[in-house]
């Protein structure tokens, strides 16, 4: 079966500190991809990025970074030095390769104060 | 480039009343999906478009939701007749190519009394 699992439901930290967003995935394929989208309080979910399974190198964009660990089945998401603006609902996903639907975890609600 | 738009941005009905939500995907991009996510549950998928044609509607609940995109441009999603338990958030993407990035809307937040 493919599952995305987001195990924390709620993270609330103060601003500046760095922040780790857990994502584990299930599935059977040998070929799929890994998503983070940004829910902001606006409701649009918002494409931060894309990984295929055969890529296993970390990303780093700016303040983000992903770590995906084929070993592990997960793809974790850090903000480094968060801000106020980072605070949203961030959802991880899964898409197979042989098919084109997204399967979502429940989202974790990132709460940055300042 | 305009993103992906959706209309209206809320609707509240009564259960048993008709509602139509549209769907305008970023211009040039042939593939549409559907996707909703009811209170307390994860996003699950609806269906996909390649231009005007169904190419999945494996998460179509039930008969009382019809999706259509006539000329593969713009796409609309009825409910008929709504249930309380339809109300959520309904959320339209496009990519490019069906292996493509999708890309979101703001959503349609629907609520049935």
């Known amino acids: 079966a493919q599952k995305v699992t987001q195990a924390q439901t709620e993270i609330s930290v103060v601003e500046k500190e760095d922040v780790t967003l857990d994502c584990v995935y299930e599935t059977r394929d040998t070929t799929y991809y890994l998503f983070w989208y940004k829910q902001p309080p606006s409701g649009e979910l918002v494409f931060l990025i894309r990984r295929n399974s055969f890529d296993e190198q970390n990303e780093i964009s700016g303040r983000y970074s992903w770590n995906f660990q084929k070993s592990t089945s997960s793809f974790n998401f850090t903000i480094t030095a968060s801000q106020v603006v980072d605070s949203a609902v961030y959802f991880c996903a899964l898409r197979w390769d042989s098919n084109y639907q997204l399967i979502w975890g429940a989202g974790t609600k990132l709460i940055i104060k300042p | ?113």
């Open chain 2, 1 to 113: 480039e305009a993103g992906v738009t959706q209309f209206p941005s809320h609707s509240v009905i009564e259960k048993g009343q008709t509602v139509t939500l549209r769907c305008d995907p970023i211009s040039g991009h042939d593939n549409l999906y559907w996707y909703r996510r009811v209170m307390g549950k994860e996003i699950k998928f609806l269906l996909h478009f390649v231009k005007e044609s169904k190419q999945d509607e494996s998460g179509m609940p039930n008969n009382r939701f019809l999706a259509e995109r006539t000329g593969g441009t713009y796409s609309t999603l009825k409910v008929q007749p709504a249930e309380l338990e339809d109300s959520g958030v309904y959320f339209c993407a496009s990519s490019q190519v069906e292996q493509g990035t999708q890309y979101f809307g703001p959503g349609t937040r629907l609520t049935v009394l």
